[in-house]
């Protein structure tokens, strides 16, 4: 034991010297092996403590983080390891905020950065509203049966609970009933879903209830419907007319046909009339342009009479720079006239007016035995015929005499 120990302590200091060398040269290559490392992964983003009666605008979906660490952790770190957190604790009311971004890393390992480190969230409040369900019919019964009357829904509302800009969107809600081939009466339960104006679905809202009852009441045979005849009016007259009036005989028709198709009808049109370039008054025979399994009741007439009266259009014109020259003047006197040019604004029919020059209207001022040196006289005008005057600019003008 004694030599031992005497072996132990012979040459000591070089024996530490050795042993701190060599617990160095394992480090270093214990550290060469596996170095510190830096990588950036995506991970997921998710939200906590987000108070009752408010709700997320936007939220992103992820966020790059930094994370620093051995190799050998580094490397085998994978998204789902990390999650980034966005604490709703401080927030009480809707408005826009900025929030950071809490990531937490895994042992051994550091976070060096997040981007973004923080996020800009619009928060709102969840509201609540009440909407009348409506429907969307696919298909048709079997041959010989009709639609009594509309489909009978319960609950017939539903409450729509969302964002307000999400509710603000939402244009209706719609129940989907496919009634093909159908020949009894049919009850049974369907999804509804809210559309935007689009007809999108808009699957951000909550629906209560999401299901309903649908109740289909069957008949033999098909309803009437006595519509308002509406004709159907292509193309424009010739330049400078216009339809003044539109006529049809009978202006109402009876049809029957299939519930389906006949409850959406509000008027009746006629197939299409071209009235391109008529100047006067147009009158045709028309069948209405009914859809399949859409009928004209025995007794009504099946060809609609229609009377498309025409006008020519009466517009206005300005023309400039006409000259005021002076009548009944003693040819022993000369005048002086200030301005000597107006303006004159016409009016009349599309096809006169257009063609009507400077030169066709004559303005002009009128004198009397009595009168003075200097005056104001009304200007008076010249105009064709079937061309009427709407107003001079200035309707007077001062005249001077010189004796």
């Known amino acids: 034991m004694k030599e031992l120990k005497n072996w132990f302590l012979k040459n000591i200091d070089i024996k530490l010297l050795s042993l701190f060398l060599a617990i160095i040269l394992w480090l270093y290559i214990a550290g060469g092996e596996n170095p510190t490392v830096e990588n950036f992964i995506d991970v997921s983003l998710t939200q906590t403590n987000l108070g009752e009666g408010l709700v997320i605008k936007e939220f992103p979906a992820n966020v790059s983080v930094g994370i620093k660490g051995p190799k050998n952790i580094i490397n085998n770190i994978s998204s789902n390891q990390i999650n980034g957190i966005v604490n709703f604790t401080e927030i009480t009311k809707e408005g826009i905020y900025k929030l950071m971004v809490e990531v937490s890393p895994p042992k051994n390992t550091q976070i060096t950065r997040v981007i973004p480190s923080e996020i800009k969230i ?10 009348e369900i409506e429907y969307s019919l696919i298909g048709v019964p079997e041959k010989g049966y009709s639609l009594t009357n509309e489909p009978q829904f319960n609950p017939s509302k539903v409450k729509l609970i969302g964002a307000q800009s999400v509710l603000e969107n ?7 009933i496919d009634i093909s081939g159908i020949k009894e009466d049919l009850s049974k339960k369907l999804q509804v879903k809210a559309i935007d104006v689009n007809g999108n679905e808009i699957k951000e809202v909550k629906i209560e209830p999401g299901i309903v009852e649908v109740s289909i009441f069957l008949t033999r045979g098909y309803p009437e419907k006595q519509l308002t005849v509406k004709p159907r009016i292509i193309g424009k007259p010739a330049p400078g007319y216009y339809i003044s009036e539109i006529l049809s005989n ?8 299939n519930y389906s198709k006949i409850s959406n009808i509000e008027f009746l049109e006629t197939i299409p009339i071209d009235v391109s370039g008529i100047t006067k008054t147009l009158s045709v025979k028309v069948p209405p342009d009914l859809e399949e399994e859409l009928n004209i009741v025995e007794g ?12 020519e259009a009466i517009i206005q014109k300005t023309l400039k720079n006409i000259s005021v020259v002076p009548q009944n003047l003693s040819p022993f006197v000369s005048c002086e006239i200030e301005p000597a040019i107006v303006g004159i604004t016409v009016e009349g029919k599309n096809i006169l007016v257009e063609k009507l020059k400077t030169d066709d209207i004559k303005a002009f001022v009128k004198f009397t ?10 200007v008076q005008s010249d105009l064709p015929e079937g061309i009427s005057l709407i107003k001079v600019e200035p309707e007077e003008v001062t005249v001077l005499i010189n004796k």
Do not use: M, R, S, Y
């Open 122 to 131: 619009e928060i709102e409040k969840i509201l609540t509203k009440e909407i």
């Open 170 to 176: 939402t244009n209706n809600i719609i129940c989907a």
């Open 250 to 257: 009978p202006d109402e028709i009876k049809i029957f046909g």
């Open 300 to 311: 009504e007439v099946e060809l609609i009479e229609v009377n498309i009266q025409v006008k």
């Open 369 to 378: 035995d009595n009168f003075k040196v200097e005056q104001k006289v009304k």
